[in-house]
């Protein structure tokens, strides 16, 4: 069944509001990546992190692995029609060889 | 353009049928992925070869099947299609084998198939 869980599923926001998806797993993370779909596209990655604690920033984009390493966020400051999409989080197990996404966070932005 | 080709990019077919879904990874990965996407279950891992080898199974039905071949081209089989088959499939390649979650993965456009 699904371990990684991926809140909320859907977000609607206006332009240039922030944004936030959280990702967490029932079971310690070798490391967890975060890919994003855009409608009608195909994944991309976007980032992978690995140590504990671990906060990473990439523009706007900013990526937290929890000190637990059971889970993740990506925060997004000031909002644009161009984030549009589906954010997936994916995290690979300790001892293990694939990658199990969540659910993916649907965001929407109007201007 | 990830690098990945996935052919065909939509397939209509019968319930009871079969197809074949084919990948060509990024020029030198030797891991090939299959994900399934649906609207209520997100990615579903299916099954992961390496360098022609089965290297990991997921959530894959006893109806579907894969291969790796010397090219490192894949192909995933489904057979006895039923309509709760139709789905987006994803095919991903990565460098590596062995945690492949320590690099990123490529994903290629996708198969639609539409089981009617």
């Known amino acids: 069944g699904q371990q990684v869980m991926q809140i909320p599923q859907y977000q609607h926001v206006q332009e240039g509001e922030d944004f936030t998806t959280y990702c967490n797993s029932s079971t310690t993370l070798s490391n967890i990546q975060w890919y994003k779909q855009r409608p009608g596209g195909h994944p991309v990655f976007l980032i992978q992190l690995v140590k504990s604690g671990e906060v990473k920033k990439q523009k706007r984009l900013t990526f937290q692995f929890g000190e637990a390493k059971k889970n993740s966020s990506l925060h997004i400051t000031a909002t644009q029609t161009t984030d549009v999409g589906t954010y997936f989080c994916?995290?690979?197990?300790?001892?293990?060889?694939?990658?199990?996404f969540g659910k993916g966070t649907t965001l929407s932005v109007s201007s | 353009d990830s690098g990945v080709t996935q052919t065909p990019k939509h397939l209509i077919t019968a319930t009871g049928q079969r197809v074949t879904l084919r990948c060509s990874p990024r020029?030198?990965?030797?891991?090939v992925y299959w994900y399934q996407q649906s609207l209520d279950q997100g990615l579903q891992f299916l099954i992961q070869y390496y360098n022609g080898e089965e290297r990991a199974k997921g959530n894959i039905l006893e109806r579907f099947s894969a291969q790796q071949f010397p090219d490192l081209h894949s192909e995933l089989n489904l057979s006895s299609l039923e309509l709760g088959d139709s789905a987006l499939y994803f095919c991903?390649?990565?460098?590596?084998?062995?945690?492949?979650?320590?690099?990123?993965?490529?994903f290629g456009q996708g198969t639609r198939l539409t089981v009617v």
């Open positions: 991903a390649s990565s460098p590596r084998g062995q945690g492949w979650g320590t690099t990123e993965a490529f």
């Open positions: 020029s030198g990965d030797l891991s």
């Open positions: 994916a995290g690979l197990r300790q001892a293990g060889t694939a990658l199990i």
